[in-house]
């Protein structure tokens, strides 16, 4: 009914930049709530940013404060991620999701109810 494809992974180094994208079909794109999350291997899938219906709102992990940047284009139903000055790290799928509600200014970290594939980040040293 839903359908979350997420985009702009991929090998990058360290101090470089790489823009994600999630495209949603399916619904009503500007009723959801969404989020980048990511989970690096053995580990659980965190919480890297998240952003209100119509943008206004946004929310970030400290980790990511002042290099990421969370941003949607309702008209083209697609959510972004821009990020900077990116540190060697484990290796990590980032993950598109969605959360459906009735309030605009809600900006949901948990608890979301559709997620896309993921995409995969490397950051080489």
């Known amino acids: 009914q839903v359908q979350l494809v997420e985009s702009g992974g991929g090998l990058v180094q360290a101090g470089g930049s790489l823009r994600l994208s999630c495209v949603v079909s399916?619904?009503?794109?500007?009723?959801?709530?969404m989020g980048w999350f990511r989970q690096a291997p053995g580990k659980g899938r965190d919480v890297v940013a998240a952003?209100?219906?119509?943008?206004?709102?946004?929310y970030y992990a400290d980790s990511v404060k002042g290099r990421f940047t969370i941003s949607r284009d309702n008209a083209k139903n697609t959510m972004y991620m821009q990020m900077n000055s990116l540190k060697p790290e484990e290796p990590a799928d980032y993950y598109c999701?969605?959360?459906?509600?009735?309030?605009?200014?809600?900006?949901?970290?948990?608890?979301?109810?559709?997620w896309g594939q993921g995409t995969q980040v490397t950051v080489s040293s």
């Open positions: 999701a969605a959360h459906y509600t009735t309030i605009g200014t809600v900006v949901e970290t948990l608890g979301h109810d559709f």
């Open positions: 399916g619904r009503t794109f500007s009723y959801y709530a």
């Open positions: 952003i209100d219906r119509s943008g206004g709102s946004t």
